[in-house]
């Protein structure tokens, strides 16, 4: 049976009935926390990999009016005005949605089929954006279809998913100057809502859906170790600030490959504006635990994906959170030895006349400390291999966008009299 909070504090309770239950959990929370930070790099569970996935910009017009924060009349461009069936796929069933992958947004409806599922006809519920006249577009389905794909004969007039868990958590530039703006609800095709009061004239005004900052997609993230760009074969620094973009490039007029991210703010307010239910392009809820955020620069436009390697913070034993990391489940005996050093030190109701024993004390934090030496032992295969891959990954050097001479001339501050960027990359 793996061990909890109540198993580990019921052994010492039993070693020592005296203790208050609050103390006792106390004791056991400490020596938790003791081991998970007993190896100085950490343990090869704390070292995680996940990737920052950019979308194609979607961009077209819409009604603003100053003060609202509510997109109105919102028109993308290039959604598909028409289309004919290429390859018509198998098991497919009426009512079936399909999907053209890499496109934002846009699908079609199968309205009728053969007797092996082939595509006979098919109607456009929404239009999507960003297509190009193209020949055999590939396809996924709500159903158990496969294989199906679309030709794309005419475009036109576009249309958003209408799905919040599609747009929201992405950004929106009005105009194409700042400030950005975070899209928390895309309640239709025709509309979507962003996290504050659009401060523009009113008016129709173009508008660009995209990426500018980077979520990390583990609320238990404890430090990002460093993220990259493989197929430039580069990583990208992650020591600018906020204000020092600002001093680079206040009305974000850049966009392209980044070269850096820059620390922006804790997402409180932005998890703050999201509606009631709505949840967000990264699994987020008004309820969410708050995580820190970072602007990429420039803003990526098209399909990417930037992988990075991440140490998580483990969180403590709490009676709402009772179990301890898988990793430790079974070997509360090492987190019980550390509360015995602390109890044995433990003095008691002057009542019970209990005093300490450092002895004792001593002997069980020796005990402590070999068996938890011999853990990270065993780990450290498993440390190794996690540890390995990051230290790889930054062996890739910085772009040459960012540290070439093309870049200082144009970017003077950096490097003089900011904050010693430049000294962190070195």
């Excluded at 109540?6 to 926390?33: D, E, F, H």
């Excluded at 140490?311 to 301890?324: C, G, M, Q, S, Y």
């Excluded at 430790?328 to 003095?347: H, K, N, Q, T």
Aim: with cysteine; proline share 7%.
């Amino acid at each position: 049976m793996a061990d909890t909070l109540q198993t580990m504090t019921g052994y010492l309770r039993l070693q020592c009935p005296s203790v208050p239950l609050g103390l006792a959990q106390g004791m056991i929370k400490n020596g938790y926390r003791e081991l998970l930070d007993w190896p100085t790099d950490g343990w090869s569970f704390q070292f995680g990999q996940s990737q920052m996935v950019c979308h194609q910009s979607i961009m077209g017009q819409c009604y603003m009016v100053q003060g609202s924060n509510m997109a109105q009349n919102v028109v993308p461009t290039n959604g598909i005005a028409a289309f004919t069936i290429g390859n018509p796929g198998l098991s497919y069933a009426a009512g079936d949605l399909v999907y053209p992958i890499g496109f934002s947004s846009g699908w079609l409806t199968v309205l009728t089929v053969d007797g092996s599922g082939r595509i006979l006809t098919a109607s456009l519920t929404n239009p999507g954006a960003n297509f190009t006249l193209a020949q055999n577009v590939t396809t996924y389905s709500s159903g158990n279809g496969t294989g199906a794909t679309i030709n794309v004969t005419a475009l036109g007039n576009g249309a958003l998913p209408g799905l919040a868990s599609i747009i929201a958590g992405r950004q929106a530039i009005f105009g194409g100057q700042w400030p950005c703006y975070d899209i928390v609800d895309n309640p239709s095709a025709n509309t979507f809502t962003i996290s504050s009061a659009y401060g523009g004239v009113t008016g129709i005004v173009g508008f660009e859906i995209t990426n500018v900052y980077w979520t990390p997609t583990d609320p238990n993230l404890e430090r990002l170790m460093c993220i990259t760009d493989p197929p430039n074969e580069c990583q990208l620094p992650t020591s600018f600030t906020f204000e020092e973009l600002n001093n680079i490039d206040a009305q974000r007029s850049q966009a392209g490959t980044p070269y850096l991210l820059a620390d922006l703010d804790i997402n409180t307010a932005y998890l703050a504006a999201l509606p009631d239910k709505v949840v967000d392009s990264f699994g987020q809820t008004n309820q969410s635990q708050a995580v820190l955020r970072k602007e990429i620069y420039p803003r990526q436009q098209a399909n990417y994906a930037y992988p990075y390697f991440y140490k998580k913070w483990i969180p403590d034993l709490t009676p709402a959170n009772p179990n301890p990391i898988s990793y430790f489940s079974r070997r509360g005996d090492i987190v019980v030895r550390r509360a015995m050093a602390d109890l044995a030190l433990w003095e008691g109701p002057e009542i019970l006349g209990k005093k300490s024993n450092p002895v004792a004390s001593n002997i069980y934090m020796s005990q402590f400390r070999q068996m938890a030496q011999n853990l990270q032992i065993k780990d450290q295969s498993m440390f190794q291999r996690s540890y390995g891959m990051w230290l790889q990954q930054t062996k890739w050097p910085y772009p040459e966008a960012y540290m070439g001479s093309g870049f200082c001339q144009i970017h003077p501050q950096v490097g003089s009299d900011m904050s010693g960027s430049w000294s962190d990359l070195w």
